[in-house]
């Protein structure tokens, strides 16, 4: 276990609503990033957040925000869902500086 | 282009063979590598960090060329339990800010 959590494991919605993801970063762990699997393929990196700011983002449009909370647990929201956004959402957390990075057991969110 | 590049496979092989998995990044101010291990419908998990000088954990050994900006994963005497998808890795900034390859399935045949 990497006590890194995140919740809820599964979800479904519909097209054009919004969702809020939540990750529990492993004690000691200021900093996450979230990513995107699509089947088949690697996670792909959302954005990271270090000191509750936003700290580096991947190739995702505004509607994917997120936030940081003063004990470093966070959530992802995503706007208008669209197909295309169903795939599992992973969070990892790290210490800064430190590489290593501990990977949550993921959201499987489904868009309909 | 894609900042990584992972072989295709997926890879079939029998218990005890030797098995190597390549991958190619492209930005070469990327800070560190890793290779991780993803079994089905799980999370990642770090398998190893690779080192320039190449390291070796038991039947795993990983390298990395900067100047070819290649990794490479060498895995020896295959175990069934070796069966997994194998991400190659980039760290392009401090924390984890990771790339990702595709990722290369390996399934270990009796």
């Known amino acids: 276990e990497t006590g890194v959590t995140q919740s809820p494991t599964h979800l479904i919605k519909t097209r054009g609503q919004q969702v809020t993801l939540r990750c529990s970063s492993q004690?000691?762990?200021?900093?996450v990033s979230w990513y995107q699997q699509a089947l088949g393929q690697g996670p792909q990196f959302i954005f990271q957040y270090y000191r509750e700011e936003e700290n580096g983002r991947g190739n995702f449009p505004p509607r994917f925000s997120g936030l940081q909370f003063p004990n470093y647990s966070s959530e992802l929201n995503v706007n208008a869902l669209e197909l295309d956004d169903s795939a599992l959402y992973l969070c990892?957390?790290?210490?800064?500086?430190?590489?290593?990075?501990?990977f949550g057991q993921g959201t499987r969110l489904t868009v309909v | 282009r894609k900042e990584v590049e992972q072989d295709p496979g997926p890879f079939n092989v029998p218990e005890g063979a030797t098995v190597a998995f390549n991958c190619t990044y492209s930005?070469?101010?990327?800070?560190?590598f890793f290779w991780y291990r993803q079994d089905c419908r799980k999370e990642p998990k770090l398998l190893m960090s690779v080192y320039s000088s190449g390291n070796e954990d038991g039947r795993f050994t990983a390298q990395l060329n900067r100047a070819s900006q290649y990794i490479s994963l060498l895995i020896r005497d295959s175990k069934l339990s070796d069966s997994a998808t194998y991400l190659c890795v980039v760290n392009i900034r401090s924390g984890n800010q990771f790339y990702f390859g595709t990722g290369t399935s390996l399934t270990v045949i009796p």
């Open positions: 004690s000691g762990h200021n900093t």
């Open positions: 930005n070469s101010a990327s800070q560190s």
């Open positions: 990892a957390s790290s210490w800064v500086g430190n590489t290593e990075a501990f």
